[in-house]
């Protein structure tokens, strides 16, 4: 039987849960709604059928507890993943995981390691209500002791979850839920790329758009629609927020001398900051233009019948390619 199958992201992490679930005993999921129902968006739907209630194991509404419930389960030797239903759901955890979960490895100077896995559904453009589709992405990776990494792909959400999972650091995956549906082709036998690298999914020399998880699409779709006006656009799949990888961001941006960022999360604050500050440091004499952001904006996220107002597209990622061809060196 082959090992590669196409299916959407969502089943593709059910595939890695279900696969780390048979490969190690002490692996756990652990959240609101998992088992019977299969999570709101059915990615652990059958799971608990087969694994048993456990192992998967439903929680009462409450985040601080999935979490801190979860840090002592990994104290005592387990790998717990647990899901935080939606994106603006987290926050009552907040404090559970940044001043305990990232903390704790440091604070017993490396004795004691949490493997906790976080999946946490995050972004917009499903058409929700307040709380539902929120990117605070920059919040955890301000958080030294986090690993924070976006899947944009089927074939990388599988191989994320599973690279997650055995990570003896706590990983906070960002599943972008408005790709669920995504379909794409997952080899369960050979791994990608390992999921805290960046990789250039698109070979280009005239200008750069780097970003992440729910973009990744539609920067891919800028590319194609930039050889109308005969420019060739590299495209950089950043996918892991934390640790970053500037090196092969900066070593692209070097190369075509003119770099996007783009993200759901407003600009003011985001990551596509830390990410032209260091592109700046390491190949500003080769760039042509300043390094130049694409985001939302910095407001409450708001409703899903303005979202297209609020959400990055082609066009203004292509808006953003059009200005950084506009500046001339020392003009």
């Known amino acids: 039987m082959s090992a590669i199958k196409e299916m959407p992201m969502a089943k593709a992490i059910t595939a890695a849960l279900r696969d780390e679930l048979a490969a190690d005993q002490r692996t756990l999921l652990i ?16 799971l608990q059928a087969e694994f048993g209630t456990h192992r998967v194991i ?32 987290v926050f009552p955890a907040f404090n559970q995981i ?21 999946r946490l559904p995050y972004g917009g453009h499903v058409g929700s209500v307040e709380h539902h589709s929120e990117s605070p992405e920059a919040l955890f990776a301000h958080t030294a002791g986090l690993r924070v990494v976006a899947p944009s792909s089927p074939q990388d959400a599988y191989w994320m979850t599973r690279q997650a999972i055995v990570s003896d650091d706590p990983v906070i995956i960002l599943e972008p839920k408005r790709r669920y549906w995504l379909k794409g082709k997952v080899d369960t036998e050979n791994p990608a790329p390992d999921a805290f690298r960046a990789q250039v999914l698109r070979e280009g020399t005239d200008a750069t758009i780097a970003t992440y998880g729910p973009l990744v699409p539609v920067a891919l779709a800028a590319a194609e629609a930039a050889r109308a006006d005969q420019r060739s656009i590299e495209v950089v799949d950043i996918r ?8 092969t961001i900066a070593r692209s941006a070097a190369k075509t001398q003119r770099l996007v960022v783009a993200h759901e999360a407003p600009t003011f604050g985001g990551m596509g900051g830390e990410i ?18 694409v985001g939302g904006f910095h407001m409450p996220y708001p409703p899903a019948s303005q979202e297209h107002r609020y ?8 808006e953003a390619v059009d200005r950084s061809f506009s500046y001339q060196r020392g003009v």
């Not at 892991?240 to 090196?247: A, G, M, N, R, Y």
């Open 31 to 46: 959240g609101e709604d998992i088992g019977a129902l299969g999570g709101v968006f059915r990615v652990t739907d059958g």
């Open 58 to 89: 439903d929680s009462p509404l409450a985040e601080s507890g999935i979490i801190g419930t979860s840090i002592g389960m990994a104290m005592r030797g387990y790998r717990p993943v647990a899901e935080i239903q939606f994106d603006g759901f």
């Open 98 to 118: 940044t001043s305990q979960l990232a903390k704790m490895h440091s604070r017993t100077d490396g004795k004691v390691k949490v493997p906790v896995t976080i």
């Open 240 to 247: 892991s927020i934390s640790p970053l990888d500037d090196e």
């Open 276 to 293: 032209a500050a260091r592109v700046a440091e390491r190949a500003h004499h080769r760039l042509l233009a300043p390094v130049l952001r």
């Open 311 to 318: 959400l990055p597209d082609i066009d203004r990622m292509l």
